[in-house]
């Protein structure tokens, strides 16, 4: 079975930093590219980021392009998403999600419950 | 960046009855790269139809999508009463992604 469980979500001020994590299970991590996608409340869904496999090829929204950074470590199941100088507009749930495929053109076809970031001085 | 504009916005329908939804595009899409999935209150999103047309795993075959270019449409043939629920559109052929604002399916 398919668990995607995030982390490090939570409170921070305007232009400040925060990591999030995402630990997979239940499949070969490395076969497959992983994403980030964010809801902010009561909206709807917006694409943020996407990994290869291989981690070697990365892919961003232009909202967050400059800012965020997505990475992964194979050897640890894990999912990575750097989110730095941050801005109201980026208070969301972000959602872990495992693509269907390694590459970039497949869609998402499993999604984790999803972490709250709250951006607010 | 294309932008998928989801129409109506909101749909009232009666359990049993047929709903068609339409995902339209800013610019032609390869058809291979369409997704369509379902959200419902306080849950994650699920895939139902990615190609523009495939079903994914275990998606009841009421479900059903159609189109090319940039008009794409999500069919539902007989409404259950789970299926009410918000559907989102999303293309993943180019980089950025994106999705369409979604259609709620409301009981009427």
């Known amino acids: 079975e398919v668990q995607l469980l995030e982390s490090g979500g939570g409170l921070v001020q305007p232009g400040g930093s925060l990591r999030l994590s995402c630990e997979a299970s239940g499949f070969t991590f490395s076969n497959f590219a992983m994403s980030w996608v964010r809801q902010a409340p009561g909206k709807g869904l917006e694409w943020v980021s996407t990994i290869s496999g291989n981690g070697g090829n990365t892919f961003y929204a232009d909202s967050v392009k400059g800012r965020f950074t997505i990475s992964r470590d194979n050897s640890k199941n894990t999912l990575y998403l750097q989110m730095n100088s941050l801005r109201a507009g980026d208070t969301a749930v972000y959602y872990c999600?495992?693509?269907f495929g390694g590459g970039y053109y497949f869609p998402t076809d499993y999604w984790g419950q999803g972490t709250l970031v709250t951006i607010s001085s | 960046e294309i932008v998928l504009t989801q129409s109506p916005g909101t749909l009232s329908l009666s359990p049993g009855e047929r709903a068609a939804l339409s995902c339209r595009a800013s610019?032609?899409?390869?058809?291979?790269?369409l997704a369509w999935y379902q959200q419902k209150p306080g849950r994650t999103p699920r895939l139902l139809i990615y190609?523009?047309?495939t079903r994914a795993t275990g998606i009841p075959d009421r479900f059903s999508g159609s189109g090319s270019g940039t008009d794409f449409t999500l069919a539902i043939s007989r409404l259950e009463p789970e299926d009410f629920a918000v559907y989102y559109c999303q293309h993943y052929g180019t980089s950025p992604r994106t999705f369409g604002g979604g259609t709620k399916v409301e009981i009427k």
């Open positions: 190609g523009a047309s």
């Open positions: 999600a495992k693509d």
């Open positions: 610019q032609s899409l390869s058809s291979s790269y």
